[in-house]
């Protein structure tokens, strides 16, 4: 069983940063993959961005590409999402997840993960 409780949302203008981070209860996290998604009201979880266990491969979905940066810290037990020039419609609850990968491809689609955290608001004014 991996605990994962994410952190660092809020409340910010269109063009200011947040960091969020994911905790692990686990000290084998470093084996999981790692996702972080994110669902606004009346509209469907969709990834945002995943990183392999090792680190050494991330994907992002197109919407945030050279905006959010995904990094994990497995010495830590920590993934982040460093999210740049935040705007309005990334307003969401944002939800790390964990799960067993060995290709980056699965990881795109929440029914493949096994662990999930609670969530963090981030709300973004214009």
């Known amino acids: 069983q991996v605990q994962l409780v994410e952190s660092g949302g809020g409340l910010v203008q269109a063009g200011d940063s947040l960091r969020l981070s994911c905790a692990a209860s686990k000290r084998t996290f470093s084996n999981y993959g790692v996702g972080w998604f994110r669902q606004a009201p009346g509209k469907e979880r969709e990834i945002v961005a995943a990183?392999?266990?090792?680190?050494?491969?991330?994907d992002y979905v197109d919407a945030v590409k050279g905006r959010f940066t995904i990094s994990r810290d497995n010495g830590e037990n920590t993934v982040y999402l460093q999210m740049n020039s935040l705007k309005p419609e990334d307003t969401a609850v944002y939800y790390c997840?964990?799960?067993?990968?060995?290709?980056?491809?699965?990881?795109?689609?929440?029914?493949?993960?096994?662990?999930w955290g609670q969530g963090t608001q981030v709300t973004v004014s214009s």
């Open positions: 997840a964990a799960g067993l990968f060995s290709s980056l491809a699965p990881m795109r689609a929440a029914a493949n993960y096994a662990y």
């Open positions: 990183i392999s266990w090792s680190g050494g491969s991330t």
